[in-house]
């Protein structure tokens, strides 16, 4: 028993570490259009600005907050003109921050239905994750698939793409660079985390079938930009220093969106076939 909560220890503290690491400071940079990167290292956070206002996609942890606010103000916009708050799903590294960010901006917050409760009620009500709390947000408006969000001009299209968690959103929208219209989709996340059970799930029975519907929306976008909850997704550090080298800008990635979709589908089928065979054995 001490051997194993020694493990368990050693598992916390070097999740923790990759965490504070993944939430260190990262330069905010225009990814394309009117999207701008104001995330941490590994945490994202998008800035989308319009003449009417901005929207912030993810406010990370409730430390990232200061950080997304540096970086938002580093690239010359003002904090008080965010007017909308989004996220990516309701898990702590995306949503802890929601209510400092909500208090200092004064921006409306609109969650996927499905997500909207544990946002409200500071994290309870999340699966699997009974433990994880963080500071409650009001939410102004419960969104569904394929609901437009449109501020100054700017539509965003939230697509549920449900599964990690029931109300995870992939986020899209058109950006104009020169003359080209350009797709970008940022996805919400195709994860199945250690602990997930997708199999006689009594917390979130239809979690597999939610998954499955996700793929089906992440397959069918045609994706020019490529972007994700976690710069991982997409390899932002990788990419990143390409940027300054000028065209051709390194996120116009429609290839590797769909190489990372379809592996992370096959990855979901895999465990899920495992779960099922283990269920048939008991
Ligand atoms: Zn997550």
Redesign the pocket.
Known sequence: MVFKSALALLAATAISEGLAKADEAFPPHKVAGNVYYVGSRDISSYLITTPKGHFIINSGFEETVPLIRASVERLGFSMSDIKVLLAS?A?S??VAGHARLHRLTGAKVYVMRGDDGVIRDGGEGQYLYVDSRWSKCPVDRVLKDDDKVVLGGTTLIARRTAG??RGCTTWVLQVTEGKKKLKVVIVG?P?V?PGYQLVKNQDYSEIASDYEMGFVILRKQKCDIFLG?HGKYYGMLEKYPNLKKGKPNPFIDPDGYQVYIKERHKNFRRILAEQRKEAAEK
């Open positions: 799903h898990h590294d995306h990690h968690t996340s994860n985390n909850a």
